[in-house]
């Protein structure tokens, strides 16, 4: 499981709070560490005591984002059952989420269009999140295929298709918000469990 989100002064929490649905609204470049401050009716140089800056505060709350994100997947993950399609209550529940959650919004649009001068740091944490969604969802395949024996390369090899997947409709969420979004997920879902019920037969 991903690190716990760190302990911080309901002052900070705050300005967290506020930052993610600002960030995830404006994107890193038009943001204002003035408006974030406002918006918690506090003064900028008080928001300086708790973060040094926009990059300390970008990248907390994009940590908070990846723990709070890998949790929901995992819950999803963990609620499935039976010959439920493994993985596919988190593709379903995605465009909802997307709309409800602040953190999937800012963590989807700053991991794809992050700002250069972090896009390390921040490419190593999500791909810290795929690889938690990654183990939870082979997991899942090998319970899903009940008692079939399912050769790692299968597993590796529908791993990457269920990433490829979720990095279509994550993709589909940033750059055209959840239109069509039903109907892409509803094609590669009719796809995806075609294939696995056709190599699990296979196999048997």
């Known amino acids: 499981m991903p690190e716990s989100i760190p302990e911080r002064t309901p002052a900070a929490e705050r300005i967290c709070q506020a930052a993610v649905e600002h960030f995830a609204d404006r994107g890193y470049d038009a943001a204002s560490l003035n408006e974030i401050a406002e918006a918690v009716a506090i003064r900028k140089a008080s928001l300086y005591s708790h973060f040094s800056g926009k990059d300390e505060l970008y990248l907390a709350i994009f940590d908070d984002a990846i723990q709070l994100e890998s949790d929901y997947a995992q819950r999803c993950l963990a609620a499935e059952r039976g010959k439920e399609l493994p993985g596919a ?33 921040m490419d190593a944490s999500y791909e810290r999140y795929l690889g938690l969604l990654l183990e939870g969802f082979k997991q899942r395949l090998l319970a899903w295929a009940e008692g079939q024996v399912l050769a790692p390369a299968s597993v590796r090899l529908y791993g990457q298709a269920y990433l490829g997947i979720v990095d279509s409709l994550h993709v589909r969420l940033v750059y055209a918000g959840s239109e069509k979004f039903a109907a892409r997920w509803q094609a590669m879902k009719h796809i995806f469990e075609h294939t696995l019920r056709q190599a699990v037969a296979e196999q048997a």
């Open 89 to 121: 209550r988190y593709c379903a529940g995605m465009a909802r989420r997307y709309s409800q959650s602040a953190h999937l919004r800012f963590l989807l649009k700053a991991a794809y269009l992050s700002p250069r001068h972090l896009q390390a740091r």
